[in-house]
């Protein structure tokens, strides 16, 4: 069922398909944790976007004019993107001219390079987030599409870390969230593509739990050395959400 939800962010709203994969805090949070760590950025590239939750969510609380494109292999997806985009042209019109969606394999970037490359070394923040589970581990869900967004059944870390070093100018930065688990294997990944973490910042679900999320700031082409920030504590004894996760949220 389609639907759609208000961002709570100057009347932003967006599109989303219940039955496939709604958007889920994780989204949230890498789009806070890109804002408070870029100024000023223009040059903006999502990949894995889907219905196109993190562009807007930044392009939404920067409240400036940027130059957004973001991709996505599944075409119902990117028909809910296009759609947010028309629906929020009542609050800003240059949204349709600032945010352009593609609908694509990521793996094209080094196959089709002529249509591609005129992205590459281009832009100032590249984010992503990616499928969290190797393709073959996990629970399998029955429907495909939902693997897809889970599972690394179509593209891998490895993959989207190639891509991010083709799209990203020189000492730029590369954005992800991913399971804190894989921290060791995403952190040497990153590194063989000359994507230097340089800030961390773990998600707990609540106090006294293992982390399940991390958020990962690398720059391209960087030195050795990265902070560790203070953690996020996702909900509190009482199961509601922390202040901390309310003021991410904005409330």
């Known amino acids: 069922m389609i639907r759609v939800d208000d961002l709570q962010i100057r009347g932003y709203k ?54 957004i494109t973001a ?26 001219s600032d945010i352009e969606v593609i ?20 832009y100032d923040v590249v984010s992503c987030n990616p499928p969290y589970i190797k ?10 599409l939902i693997n897809r967004a889970k599972h690394e059944e179509s593209i891998d870390f490895e993959t989207i ?18 399971r804190s688990e894989r921290f060791i294997e995403i952190s040497r990944i990153l590194k063989q593509n000359d994507l230097e973490p340089k800030v961390v910042q773990f998600i707990h679900p609540s106090k006294g ?13 960087a030195k050795e050395g990265v902070v560790v920030m203070e953690p996020i504590i996702v909900f509190d004894e009482k199961n509601n959400y922390t202040e901390q996760v309310l003021k991410i949220y904005g409330k």
Do not use: W
């Not at 694509?104 to 070394?121: A, E, L, P, S, V």
């Not at 739990?209 to 082409?221: F, P």
């Open 14 to 67: 967006i599109y989303q398909d219940t039955d496939y994969f709604c958007f889920g805090i994780d989204a949230v949070l890498l789009a806070n944790f890109i804002i408070r760590e870029e100024k000023n950025k223009k040059n903006f590239f999502e990949f894995c976007t889907g219905n196109l939750i993190i562009p807007l969510i930044v392009y939404a609380k920067v409240n400036s004019r940027m130059n």
């Open 161 to 178: 870390c190639k891509a991010a070093n083709i799209m990203l100018k020189s000492n730029k930065n590369f954005y992800v969230v991913h």
């Open 103 to 122: 609908n694509d394999d990521i793996k094209n970037f080094f196959i089709n390079k002529d249509r591609y490359k005129k992205y590459f070394n281009m």
């Open 209 to 221: 739990k293992k982390s399940n999320l991390v958020l990962i700031k690398a720059t391209k082409g």
């Open 71 to 96: 991709i996505d292999i599944d075409k119902d997806q990117i028909k809910l993107a296009k759609d947010s985009i028309l629906l929020n042209k009542e609050i800003d019109d240059y949204i349709s």
């Open 135 to 144: 393709y073959g581990s996990g629970v399998v869900n029955e429907l495909s």
